[in-house]
């Protein structure tokens, strides 16, 4: 048995195979091919190959998303055919020797970056669709096939590091535990992790290629993987995953119980979600709304181009109904930094935490923006929906955002579109929102405090950064006190304040926030019952507990 050791960020025990999980490489080499002919041919059986697909693709998607969203696949099947392109392809091979896969590399990328210098924004897009197409064109020359990234069967997967938009794109149901050797603990892959529920281990150094195919366990209690565990470790582990759910039946007996202390104080708890995949959980875990619905994982969903107002549509609405009647905060797309889509061809920036991300991407670039309020707008037909806006440092933003909203609302009206009344409100998560709170309640509704980023400004600790993390002081008084002027300013103006950063499902802290005033816990549908325990168990009459001495 090995036994290897990280940091644990979802606990729980996985027992199963391990799925090492290899990006594909389409490194290519640029030595020059002996028979042309030969080469001529594997590129025009890839270009069929890839018709093929994007005719099967198009077929699938016109039966689960519609006619509309299927029309892409049309277009890329179109692109396969262009003389331009394909005559590119061929000369390279035929006039210069190259193989087919330099020639694709070279032909695809020169077109991409033709559509790239284009003003048009819609052009500027398509760049996306000719890398996805070099892509599968790549992939069908070199065999490379979706199944080897995850594999058939339930399993262990083990990665050197995971972006959120792979994360989003793996297949649930085939996944028992994550093990990775880079990550950090409020990244968006991990706090994917959590809505999922899987028992998670992170910056696990000693990760081994060798691993493939060994059975292991991963221990969230005690942040350890053991590879071909022995029996007696086995014994034990699959004895602990049977408490585990003989406690969380235990906690099911709270479902339907209000969330309020022994004194009298009721407080909401809500549940975080990243699309309607995790509706399910809300109601498994009888969260009493959605306090924050991380509408970027709408856009990371879909490769290619962004997500249309009809998907989008009915993305929300689909979870509006679901959910109906129980408030769903829906936040704007919050893209940029680590939560990266090819197509918003967004420059590399040196420090993307505080570049062009979120409001600042949607303030610009007004069409994209408008294309997700008017979505939001029409959804709000279907149930009782809150928008809010992420990474605000301005009333001037604030304002901004809702003129562009109110602009929406007009235009659906006059195209006699029913909408519905909508909350308005704002993620606190930079120093400079809680600074001016005072003034930032004064136009909007609610406030929900975004402690995940909010740690990171104020602390000047990159979230994304692991090697910061024995710098990283969750509890950290400043944050504390950020958290309590928010409360207090938002209640000064009469609106609503809740958290739905990492830190609201602290359970150590709840006692504290009740008492700060906080008006609404949103957390991961795993962890709504488990506060609801503690809140059951709080009396707030009695003196608050004071926290172990800290050096700070
Ligand atoms: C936060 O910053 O606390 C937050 C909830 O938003 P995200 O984690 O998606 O940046
Ligand atoms: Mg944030």
Not at 468 to 474: E, I, N, S, V, W
Request: net charge negative.
């Amino acid at each position: 048995m090995l036994t290897a050791t990280g940091k644990s960020i979802v606990s729980g025990i996985a027992v199963g195979n391990i799925k090492i999980y290899r990006k594909p490489d389409r490194s290519i080499s640029d030595a020059l091919v002996e028979d042309r002919e030969a080469e001529l041919k594997r590129f025009e059986d890839a270009v069929e190959t890839v018709i093929d697909q994007q005719n099967d693709l198009y077929d699938k998607a016109v039966e689960e998303a519609g006619e509309d969203n299927a029309a892409i696949f049309q277009v890329h099947a179109m692109m396969m055919e262009d003389d331009d392109l394909l005559d590119a392809v061929k000369d390279c091979i035929k006039e210069e020797g190259h193989s087919a896969e330099y020639a694709v590399r070279q032909s695809f990328e020169d077109v991409a970056h033709m559509f790239e210098e284009m003003e048009n924004e819609y052009m500027r897009a398509r760049s996306s669709d000719i890398r996805d197409l070099e892509n599968a064109t790549l992939d069908a020359l070199m065999g490379i096939g979706p199944e080897g990234l995850q594999g058939t069967e339930p399993s262990i997967l083990v990665a050197d590091d995971l972006a959120p938009s792979e994360t989003i794109s793996l297949d649930k149901s085939l996944i028992l535990g994550i093990v990775t050797k880079g990550g950090s603990t409020t990244s968006h892959t991990a706090i994917l992790a959590r809505t999922m529920n899987i028992p998670t281990v992170i910056q696990c150094q000693e990760i081994d290629d060798t691993w493939d195919g060994m059975t292991a366990v991963v221990d969230g209690y005690n942040s350890s993987i053991y590879v071909n565990p022995t029996a007696d470790i086995l014994k034990v582990m699959l004895e602990r995953q049977e408490q585990d759910k003989k406690e969380e039946a235990l906690l099911k007996d709270l479902k339907g119980k209000e969330s309020v202390t022994v004194d009298g104080r009721k407080i909401k708890i809500y549940a975080n979600i990243g699309g309607p995949e995790d509706v399910e959980a809300v109601l498994e875990n009888d969260a009493e709304g959605v306090g924050l619905f991380r509408s970027e994982f709408v856009y990371l969903n879909t490769k290619g181009n962004p997500p249309s107002e009809e998907e989008q549509f009915n993305a929300y609405k689909e979870v509006l109904e679901a959910l109906a009647p129980r408030k769903v905060v829906i936040r704007t797309c919050d893209i940029g930094a680590d939560k990266q889509v090819g197509y918003m061809n967004l420059d590399q920036e040196a420090n993307p935490a505080m570049g062009f991300r979120a409001i600042r991407i949607c303030l610009t670039r007004k069409d994209f923006f408008k294309t997700q309020l008017r979505a939001l707008l029409r959804a709000s037909a279907y149930g009782n929906l809150a928008v809010m806006f992420p990474m605000i440092i301005s009333v001037r933003e604030l304002v901004s955002a809702r003129e562009l909203m109110d602009e929406c609302r007009k235009e659906l009206e006059q195209e006699g579109v029913p909408t519905g009344p909508v909350e308005v409100g704002i993620m606190v998560e930079t120093p400079a929102a809680v600074l001016i709170a005072d003034d930032l309640a004064e136009h909007c509704d609610f406030f929900s405090i975004g402690t995940n980023d909010l740690t990171q400004y104020t602390l000047a600790v990159d979230r994304q950064n692991d090697k910061l993390d024995p710098f990283l002081d969750t509890h950290h008084p400043a944050v504390l006190k950020e958290i309590k002027e928010t409360v207090e300013a938002g209640h000064r103006h009469g609106i609503w304040v809740g958290i739905c950063g990492e830190l609201g499902a602290d359970r150590e802290l709840t006692d504290q926030f009740l008492r700060m005033g906080v008006d609404e816990l949103s957390v991961n549908p795993k962890s709504v019952l488990k506060v609801r325990k503690v809140v059951r168990g709080l009396d707030l009459s009695l003196p608050e507990k004071v926290e172990e001495e800290n050096f700070h």
